[in-house]
């Protein structure tokens, strides 16, 4: 028997209600960056003015990434595309090409051009967004896609009192606007 979804809907946005009661909050520490370094055959989604936009700043970004990862974009390209959805490669099914490491922990080279003031792209919004996927069925639908690695940010965020929903807060304003963060926001009742 399947579980019933509880769905809120706000401007024909429908969010899992998972996403306002689940604590979250990102342990780096504990979890090494294992958003960016687990184990698939299929990468984070990327949109194609994504695309774009890392072509577009490609120069500024590979100075982070490690060599092995630079030669992987050099022969095979960053993005792949399967049955339409484009997705970014990763090294052995498992790192994504834009991880460079700081001490032992995997972070986006994207995102550290970003913060270094190098580029005005902060990282792809499928990465923004973890730990919510968003899938398309007539209309968004957001997910909280849970992974055993992110138990660490579970406990962290119950400790904060942090939800998935105020975790991401940046990235949902990034996506859907302030004016729907905050509709959202009234609607949940928070």
């Not at 979804?5 to 998972?18: K, P, R």
């Not at 099914?93 to 972070?107: L, M």
């Amino acid at each position: 028997m399947f579980k019933k979804l509880d769905l809120v809907e706000v401007d024909n946005i429908a969010v899992n209600t998972e996403i306002f009661e689940t604590k979250f909050t990102c342990d780096l520490g504990k979890c090494k960056g294992a958003c960016c370094t687990m184990e698939s055959e299929l990468g984070a989604p990327l949109k194609e003015e994504e695309v774009d936009i890392i072509n577009k700043y490609f120069e500024e970004i590979k100075i982070y990434l490690p060599k092995e990862h630079l030669k992987e974009i050099e022969k095979n390209g960053f993005w792949f595309s399967r049955q339409g959805d484009l997705m970014i490669r990763s090294i052995d099914n498992r790192q994504c090409v834009f991880v460079h490491y700081d001490g032992d922990i995997a972070k986006c080279s994207i995102e550290k051009a970003f913060f270094d003031g190098k580029i005005d792209f902060q990282k792809p919004i499928s990465c923004h967004l973890f730990p919510i996927r968003v899938s398309n069925f007539g209309g968004s639908v957001l997910r909280f896609e849970k992974y055993d690695e992110c138990q660490p940010a579970i406990t962290k965020g119950e400790k904060s009192n942090t939800t998935v929903f105020e975790f991401c807060k940046d990235s949902l304003k990034r996506e859907f606007g302030s004016n729907w963060f905050n509709k959202t926001k009234t609607v949940i009742g928070s």
